[in-house]
């Protein structure tokens, strides 16, 4: 018997489900930040949420807004990976009920309802812990290791610890865990699993196109990633500065050296190229954690402020989350695999937004410039939201089935 789920081309595949709700999470978030800036600007302030506003942007970006993507991604990949049968339908709702209705809730929120908060912090974590056993189980069934699969898993699970620990903050713990949070997210959830994803994904997809190209992904490679990024978190949260300088700067190697075997020589179609462009930027970040560091280490704490890690989530989580979303969904869809229009307005507008946020604190009156920029991101990405959130509720152009 036909039901709901199997009329509705959005539940075919987790990606068009967990994607569309990353592309309603992302612009709901973006909007009421953009309007809160703007208000305070204007002198006309929205409500004021349970948790000041800056940490629920934070706790927007990192917690609900990149993981839905994350897991629409992981939740396809990990059965191909493994050579698994796809998941069932029940469980990737599940999972994208948890996200969505946490969004909800925390829209409420941040309109003045203070229920809203608890309940938008229960909602994203019921789900995201069932998206972890969901992919738990999965490990566990596979006869090898996939170490990739293992390391974007461990990921998730320092993101769901960053969750309770930004859930502590917000019940009146110590301030302290709502800090935890932040640096759980960068570190522990988000640099880790982009950098797995790349590491793995990006010179495949090279391989596949440019001829003479010779892949290198040592599994080493993963242990060291993880290594760097633990010590960054122990020297951040242990306040030992110099063992966050040395994490830093085994990042920005890492960084360079990575981009440098993996950027394919000779020509390579744009649909490519992007995800090293967008790539780039990792690097570029490290060495301003690096300079902060060693302002830091020089008595000059807090120089730089927010930019490096703005540099992270925009310039580098913003660009490769723009390349790799039309990348799959171009090619998910039936569709040409292509940059379009929207998408190229996409990449390149976060660029400018992403410099405008470093460049922010060099400018008279910083949080003006914070507004454009927020302005900005929305006004850059919403026809690419638009044009994604159509493409999940249609059927295949090519005429096949997810």
Known sequence: METFTTRVQLFNAPHRLLFFIGVCNLGLAMAWWALWLAGLQLGSPLPV????????????????????????????VFPRWMGLPALPRWQYAGVGSGLFGAQIALLTASSGWQPGMWLALLLAAL???????VLGRLLLQEKGRTWHAWSCWSGLLMGWIGLLGF?????????????????????????????????????????????????????????????????????????????????????????????????PRGPKPPLLSVLFYGLAWWPLAMLLYLLQD????????????????????????????????????????????????????????LQLVALLR??????????????????????VLAPWLLRLGWIYWRPRADGKRD
Not at 127 to 133: D, K, Q, S, T
Not at 223 to 232: F, K, M, N, R, S
Not at 358 to 376: E, F, K, S, Y
């Open 49 to 76: 949420p349970a948790v000041p506003p800056a940490w629920l942007h934070g706790l927007w970006m990192q917690y609900l807004v990149l993981p839905s993507f994350i897991f629409g991604f992981l939740l396809t």
């Open 127 to 133: 789900g995201w812990a069932f998206g972890l056993v």
């Open 167 to 263: 859930a502590a903050a917000a019940t009146g713990a110590d301030i302290r865990w709502q800090a935890l949070s932040v640096s759980l997210g960068t570190f522990g959830l988000l640099l880790p699993i982009y950098a797995s994803v790349a590491h793995r994904m990006f010179p495949f997809f090279a391989g596949n196109v440019v001829p003479g190209y010779q892949a290198w992904r040592p599994p080493q490679w993963l242990a060291i990633l993880w290594g760097l990024c633990l010590l960054h978190l122990a020297g951040e949260q242990l306040q030992q500065p110099l063992a966050t300088l040395l994490a830093d700067a085994g990042l920005l190697l890492l960084s360079l050296y990575s981009l440098w075997r993996w950027w």
């Open 294 to 349: 060693i302002a830091a280490l020089a008595g000059h704490t807090g120089w730089l402020e927010r930019a490096p890690l703005h540099a992270l989530v925009i310039g580098l989580f913003g660009s490769l989350l723009v390349a790799m979303v039309t990348r799959v969904t171009q090619g998910h869809s039936g569709r040409a695999l292509e940059m379009p229009v929207v998408a190229w307005i996409a990449l390149l507008g």
């Open 358 to 379: 470093i460049l922010a604190l060099l400018l008279d009156d910083p949080w003006r410039w914070h507004a454009v920029a927020a302005a900005g991101w929305l006004l």
